[in-house]
Nanobody
Framework: QVQLVESGGGLVQPGGSLRLSCAAS????????MAWYRQAPGKQRELVAS???????NYVDSVKGRFTISRDNAKNTVYLQMNSLKPEDTAVYYC???????????WGQGTQVTVSS
């Protein structure tokens, strides 16, 4: 069983910061690729940031320089540090884990991020 529990979402003003956390119940967490997705109303779910088991990261162009994905393998946790937030960042953010070998995707429940004055 894989379980992902997210926290850290909320309401923030433009220019502000939030840090999302995803605690993973995965015994071999270190070999899973992890990612954050988001979905805004009326839009498709998009990949925001990813991090491989080796620590390589990638970002969608719209968040480059503002967001940072990281992982703490000792805590089985992945983070998304979000700085200089914009109203267009408003969305439900989902944690994702991809299993090695099977490549099966597991999803968190989603956490709401709202950027508004």
């Amino acid at each position: 069983q894989v379980q992902l529990v997210e926290s850290g979402g909320g309401l923030v003003q433009p220019g502000g910061s939030l840090r999302l956390s995803c605690a993973a119940s995965i015994s071999t967490f270190r070999v899973y690729a992890m990612a954050w997705y988001r979905q805004a109303p009326g839009k498709q779910r998009e990949l925001v940031a990813s991090i491989t088991s080796g620590g390589n990261t990638n970002y969608v162009d719209s968040v480059k320089g503002r967001f940072t994905i990281s992982r703490d393998n000792a805590k089985n946790t992945v983070y998304l540090q979000m700085n200089s937030l914009k109203p267009e960042d408003t969305a439900v953010y989902y944690c994702n884990a991809k299993a090695p070998l099977t490549r099966i995707n597991y999803w968190g429940q989603g956490t709401q991020v709202t950027v508004s004055s």
